[in-house]
């Protein structure tokens, strides 16, 4: 866990991204932070050449929707029925633009018809079929669901079914906050949920203020962990509300997760980004894999 006295960040530019909360175990935990470390390095490499805080965590979160080893695109887990339902959002701290999918069906990144959503701007969050219709229309295909489905969904759906119950939550989501050099802000979270969810139930990820929130004026964070107790006490609108106030990130991240243990009895984690380019980052699971890059340095860890 990182302490308040090792703050990250604060150059021109910087970026944070994570691999979800859960619990990690062993030897694939260096696999979990090779993915997040390569996916910050991408968006750090595009801020340093000058693209916006929007473009880099897109990137970012393509980067781990493509790797199957994180619960996001290919490596989603499953529904009770055994299919794929994806949760993603993205949103601009520079005019609180906003474009999400929920309960969308095999697409390969979520994040990108996310963000068509957000540049579209008719509406700021689509779900089910009228996702599937949004991004069909906008030049996105549906893809085989066997190609986004991995063994390892399949096992920990089969888990969950066992015991009758969904896991807490699958672990694995994928995340990505940053700053750019013109000071503006963005996040994105993108999902499969929980394994073993029901049909049609939509967490945190995709709604505004509670995966996942940008605002120049405090900064952008996106939350991983116990989905229903991250929408009730809307994390990341709490937590972007006390950098709006200049509370540092790391500290600010550290009161989210705490509220969310205090008020609802959930654990989870969350990364966060201020518009100076502060980096934070707090876990109350086991894990919680990330890996941040800033203008003049980077670190990752679990
Ligand atoms: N928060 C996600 C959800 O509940 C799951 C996660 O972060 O692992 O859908």
Request: aromatic share 4%; hydrophobic share 45%; glycine share 16%.
């Given at each position: 866990?990182?302490?308040a006295s090792?703050?990250l960040?604060?150059?021109?530019f ?13 030897e694939r935990?260096e696999r979990?932070?090779?993915g ?12 340093a050449?000058?693209a916006?805080?929007?473009d880099?965590?897109v ?8 790797d199957?080893?994180f ?6 887990c499953l ?5 794929v339902?994806l949760?993603?959002?993205v949103?601009s701290g ?14 390969k990144?979520?994040?990108?018809i ?8 008719r509406?700021?969050l689509?779900a089910?079929d ?7 229309a906008r030049?996105f ?5 066997a190609?986004?489905?991995?063994e ?7 888990s969950?079914l066992?015991?009758g119950?969904?896991?807490p939550?699958?672990g694995?989501?994928v995340?990505?906050?940053a700053?750019?050099l013109?000071?503006h802000v ?6 499969g949920?929980m ?7 939509v967490?945190d990820?995709?709604i ?8 120049d004026?405090?900064?952008a964070?996106?939350?991983?962990g116990?989905g229903?107790?991250i ?10 509300e ?6 540092d ?6 009161a ?8 609802v009895g959930?654990?989870g984690?969350v ?5 100076r380019?502060?980096?934070?980052l ?5 894990t919680?894999?990330w ?8 670190t990752?860890?679990?």
């Amino acid at each position: 866990m990182i302490r308040a006295s090792e703050l990250l960040g604060g150059g021109r530019f910087g970026v944070i991204v994570h691999g979800g909360a859960g619990d990690v175990g062993g030897e694939r935990v260096e696999r979990h932070v090779a993915g997040c470390r390569a996916a910050a390095r991408l968006a750090a490499e595009e801020l340093a050449a000058g693209a916006s805080a929007l473009d880099a965590v897109v990137r970012a979160v393509i980067a781990l929707e493509d790797d199957p080893v994180f619960n996001a695109g290919t490596g989603a887990c499953l529904t009770t029925a055994g299919s794929v339902e994806l949760d993603a959002a993205v949103m601009s701290g520079e005019d609180l633009r906003a474009g999400g999918v929920c309960a969308l069906g095999p697409f390969k990144n979520p994040i990108a018809i996310a963000r068509e959503v957000l540049q579209e701007g008719r509406h700021v969050l689509y779900a089910a079929d009228g996702a599937d219709a949004f991004a069909q229309a906008r030049g996105f295909p549906p893809v085989d669901p066997a190609t986004l489905i991995t063994e390892a969904a399949r096992d920990k759906l089969a888990s969950a079914l066992g015991r009758g119950e969904p896991e807490p939550w699958a672990g694995g989501t994928v995340g990505a906050v940053a700053r750019d050099l013109r000071g503006h802000v963005a996040a994105a979270t993108s999902t499969g949920g929980m394994s073993g969810k029901r049909p049609g139930r939509v967490g945190d990820s995709p709604i505004p203020g509670a995966g996942t929130y940008a605002d120049d004026r405090g900064g952008a964070a996106s939350a991983t962990g116990h989905g229903e107790g991250i929408l009730r006490v809307a994390l990341t609108a709490g937590l972007i509300e006390a950098l709006r106030r200049g509370d540092d990130p790391q500290a600010a991240s550290r009161a989210a997760i705490e509220e969310l243990a205090l008020r609802v009895g959930s654990t989870g984690g969350v990364i966060a980004i201020d518009a100076r380019g502060r980096i934070g980052l707090a876990r109350s699971t086991n894990t919680m894999t990330w890996a941040a890059a800033w203008e003049g340095g980077e670190t990752a860890g679990a």
